[in-house]
T-cell receptor, first 112, second 114 residues
Framework: AQSVTQPDIHITVSEGASLELRCNYSYGATPYLFWYVQSPGQGLQLLLKYFSGDTLVQGIKGFEAEFKRSQSSFNLRKPSVHWSDAAEYFCAVGIGNEKLTFGTGTRLTIIP | DAMVIQNPRYQVTQFGKPVTLSCSQTLNHNVMYWYQQKSSQAPKLLFHYYDKDFNNEADTPDNFQSRRPNTSFCFLDIRSPGLGDAAMYLC?????????????FGPGTRLTVL
């Protein structure tokens, strides 16, 4: 069965430092991968997605993610985080033709 | 701004007392989704509408029902809430069916069951 794993429940990063959030997937076919962000009191917002082509994907708010088939990973990165990046981040995989399966999320805390 | 609105943001109900959660959208999207998100868990799809066509996930309990009277509104009815139904309920929309189309989420309704 397809699944998405986010190994880190909570990460704390200093403002201005780089960030990498991990996502691993288990899926038999070519995955369609997404990162969503949920800021406090807000709904989920799409940061970026990967369907095919260039394995390095650029998203909104300065985020990028790299698809690595050999590692079954789709890690999210940002070179320099801002206090406003504090949020919950969800990795998701698209399955069938309709459904998104989400990971359990990583909560990001930014310290001054 | 076009958006997805969920009312109320916080809902408290009693064990076994029916409750209805509301979602409206100004995006004029064809597809509307309901997700359940329990604490520290992934959002889980309950069902979705493509226009008026209702699609129920196989593992969605019968206790959960939905109505979509028009394009703009969608309701989640929980007929007899149990303690295990306490969760955040997220509504989302997309312009077309298929996960490759971006889903736009509302802020959610947090349901407490006493």
């Amino acid at each position: 069965a397809q699944s998405v794993t986010q190994p880190d429940i909570h990460i704390t990063v200093s403002e201005g430092a780089s960030l990498e959030l991990r996502c691993n997937y288990s899926y038999g076919a070519t995955p369609y991968l997404f990162w969503y962000v949920q800021s406090p009191g807000q709904g989920l917002q799409l940061l970026l997605k990967y369907f095919s082509g260039d394995t390095l994907v650029q998203g909104i708010k300065g985020f990028e993610a790299e698809f690595k088939r050999s590692q079954s990973s789709f890690n999210l990165r940002k070179p320099s985080v801002h206090w406003s990046d504090a949020a919950e981040y969800f990795c998701a995989v698209g399955i069938g033709n309709e459904k998104l399966t989400f990971g359990t999320g990583t909560r990001l805390t930014i310290i001054p | 701004d076009a958006m997805v609105i969920q009312n109320p943001r916080y809902q408290v109900t009693q064990f076994g007392k029916p409750v209805t959660l509301s979602c409206s959208q100004t995006l004029n999207h064809n597809v509307m989704y309901w997700y359940q998100q329990k604490s520290s868990q992934a959002p889980k799809l309950l069902f979705h509408y493509y226009d008026k066509d209702f699609n129920n996930e196989a593992d969605t309990p019968d206790n959960f029902q939905s109505r979509r009277p028009n394009t703009s509104f969608c309701f989640l009815d929980i007929r007899s809430p149990g303690l295990g139904d306490a969760a955040m309920y997220l509504c989302a929309t997309s312009s077309r069916a298929g996960f490759y189309n971006e889903q736009f989420f509302g802020p959610g309704t947090r349901l407490t069951v006493l």
